[in-house]
């Protein structure tokens, strides 16, 4: 009930291509998904979240679809760039929640070839 | 960049020899969480702390204890450390801890146990 699926494991996109990255979840409580970003190195990031009350949110070459009675979400990087090269983690949590309770996928090691 | 130091930021050590962990923030953010990252298994939470000498567990506690007896700084100990805890560890730091705060990681620390 509190797992979040990732897939694909690794991705390999040509530059200016469009890197699609899915996830999916089983606690139909979670209502906040956000997706970091790790390069080589370092932490995670931020990247963009969602919120399950709206399909789509987009943020520059970014972007969130959400399927709430699939219970699956997806990240879209449209136009993809060697410098998207990294890391991308999904998670879900509890929008108002307190507790520590973010969960994350296993995570996403996209390549962009120029 | 958010205020947060990991140290040391890459350690070597034998089993069953203690190991300490410290995280230092600057940011005065009230929750503090420590996070392994492994291949396959993405990030994991180990153990969090929403104040000063308020703690809780996370998913993969066993074998690790924290503390935390200043808003500034969250340790995380290895009593007797296995192979099996060689991994990269990672602090994040958290404004309130509710579900749309993002959390904010550092640069991690790289542990190898002999």
């Known amino acids: 009930q509190q797992q979040v699926k990732q897939s694909p494991q690794s991705l390999i996109v040509q530059k200016g291509g469009i890197s699609i990255i899915n996830c999916a979840y089983e606690?139909?409580?979670?209502?906040?998904f956000p997706w970091y970003q790790q390069f080589p190195g370092k932490g995670p990031a931020l990247l963009i979240a969602i919120r399950p009350d709206v399909s789509e949110k987009k943020e520059g070459r970014f972007t969130i679809s959400f399927n709430k009675s699939a219970k699956q979400f997806s990240l879209h990087i449209m136009d993809s760039q060697p410098g998207d090269s990294a890391t991308y983690f999904c998670?879900?949590?509890?929008?108002?929640?307190?507790?520590?309770?973010?969960?994350f996928g296993k995570g996403t090691k996209l390549s962009v070839k120029p | 960049d958010a205020g947060i130091t990991q140290s040391p930021r890459h350690k070597v050590t034998e089993t069953g020899t203690p190991v300490t962990l410290r995280c230092h923030q600057t940011?005065?953010?009230?929750?503090m969480y420590w996070y392994r990252q492994d291949p396959g298994h993405g990030l994991r939470l180990i153990h969090y702390?929403?104040?000063?000498?308020?703690?809780d567990k996370g998913e993969v506690s066993d074998g690790y204890s924290v503390s935390r007896s200043k808003t500034e700084d969250f340790l995380l100990t290895l009593e007797s450390a296995t192979s099996s805890q060689t991994s990269v560890y990672f602090c994040a730091i958290s404004e309130s801890g509710a579900g749309d705060q993002p959390q904010h990681f550092g640069d991690g620390t790289r542990l190898s146990i002999l």
């Open positions: 702390s929403y104040g000063v000498k308020d703690t």
């Open positions: 606690n139909t409580a979670f209502d906040y």
């Open positions: 998670a879900a949590c509890f929008y108002g929640g307190s507790q520590g309770n973010l969960i």
């Open positions: 940011e005065n953010h009230r929750y």
